[in-house]
């Protein structure tokens, strides 16, 4: 049965800074290095990729909160502040004593948190009087956000879509396609990357990293054009802590605060966005939240990836970032939660991970689909495939907190909804879904070349 119970917030209570977690990271990451001299790059040496306000913020290692601009602001009016849910309706199909609450990212115009991102890239890019700016995208759930933000601040858009993706679902290219964006099948034979792959492997269904060199290259060799990416840097994960900065002051009006934080993890934004504001109280105020991330079993990188210098994309055009990762060549397996099949994990994150402050698990695709169902069938919103590998989390959570016979807050982000998804529902109930694991010899196998700067 539902019965949910929301905590809303008004529209003066959108947060008028991002926080900067860097600056209360008790262990400072690495710097990124430029590949040819492996010397740490300053915020001038990403001028050239990106808007220049936003390589500022990517390096960024001394304020700790960043006045999130009036335009930008106007723009989050149109869904922020998102609801805090309290999930009654799972609590009781679970039985169980932990009370689960959610942050519905799936409200926002085209159903992701990821237009907490794209509307300040479009708009420090316009500002700088950028024309064109160039991004990739796996499910399309980025790549429809920007869309909208491109079209919104004048900017042409080109997106680089996964193939796998740009047939496993044709209508967020069609989202895309509506807002205006030109969108392409990666690899492709527009860049010098995508063709070097099709020659090769002339079947190759694709992957993030591929698309990115695409999108960079694109973004290089065109006059006026910047780059744009939807997670794994810095300045995405700053931009999605309005998350859980309004969660937040939710989670007081309900009179609780959380024992356990979760998201889905690709690169980390959205992770990054509901666990940094409750993190700064772990580093600044006693406390002793858990930080869980939930990753697919498929393409494990927080749990089975080696600590190395690697590269963003799978060409090598990206600067070296220290992260968690499974190489940039890694191939991962056609699985539904196209936004989570990312080789690497941001590298804040990825040295939270190191010192301990947080914890990962990874989840087989089809424990995320029963959980996913189980979510539509006791609270009503059909959960992305990415998103329910937090949901998963959180049940397994809830179901420990039972077997302990212990009260426990649980707080999770719902990234998104799958309504853009229901081919990967159809083949999980007419039973075709099975599900991928990556061994550690296969991760050994594909890091052997990365070179040991660690
Ligand atoms: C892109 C996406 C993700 C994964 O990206 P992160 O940067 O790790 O948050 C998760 N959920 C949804 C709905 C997405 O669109």
Known sequence: MIDSKKFLLQESDIPEAWYNVVVDMPVKPRPILNPQTKEAMKAEDLYPIFAEELANQEMNTTDRWIEIPDEVREMYRIWRPTPLVRARGLEKMLDTPAHIYFKNESVSPVGSHKLNSAIPQAYYNKKQGVTNITTETGAGQWGAALSMAAKHFGLELAVYMVKVSYHQKPYRRSIMQTYGAQVIASPSMSTRAGRRILTDTPNYQGSLGTAISEAIELAQSTPNCKYTLGSVFNHVSLHQTVIGLEAEKQMEMAGEYPDVVIGCFGGGSNFAGISFPFLRHNFLDGRNTRFIAAEPASCPKLTKGVFQ?????????????????????????????GGLRYHGAGHIVSQMKQDGFIEAVDIPQLETFKAATMFAQSEGIIPAPESSHAIATAIREALKAKEEGVQKTILFNLSGHGLIDMAAYDSYISGDLANYEVSDEDVARNVASLEKII
């Open 309 to 337: 210098y690697d590269f963003g994309d799978e060409a090598g055009y990206t600067p070296m970032i220290p992260m968690l990762t499974l190489g940039h060549n890694f191939s991962p397996a056609n699985i539904h939660a």
